[in-house]
């Protein structure tokens, strides 16, 4: 049974960072793309992240630039460094196994305030 849970949430100022972090589990985590994908208050999954099996990673325009992503599959880990965040990048943040949040643990929430 695929369990992932995420970590590191918290409230920070515009400008600031922070590092979610997901933890694999029940299935062969370095066979599979891993994705980490939002949903802000009213609206629905939005993609963040991909980040292929051999580690190639890919990003929608409204992050890339600002996040990075990461594996080690040592660990079965997933990471998402996230920089000069916006407060539009308020939301509940999933790391998944699907680009639609198939898989997605109970999420961890990233507030942008000032």
């Known amino acids: 049974e695929v369990q992932l849970v995420e970590s590191g949430g918290g409230s920070v100022q515009p400008g600031g960072s922070l590092r979610l972090s997901c933890a694999a589990s029940?299935?062969?985590?370095?066979?599979?793309?891993m994705y980490w994908v939002r949903q802000a208050p009213g609206k629905g999954l939005e993609w963040v992240s991909t980040?292929?099996?051999?580690?190639?990673?890919d990003y929608p325009a409204s992050v890339k630039g600002r996040f990075t992503v990461s594996r080690d599959n040592a660990k079965k880990t997933l990471a998402l460094e996230m920089n000069s965040l916006k407060t539009e990048d308020t939301a509940v943040y999933y790391c998944?196994?699907?680009?639609?949040?198939?898989?997605r643990g109970q999420g961890t929430q990233v507030t942008v305030s000032s």
């Open positions: 998944a196994t699907g680009v639609t949040g198939t898989g």
């Open positions: 980040i292929t099996a051999s580690g190639s990673t």
């Open positions: 029940g299935f062969t985590f370095s066979n599979y793309g």
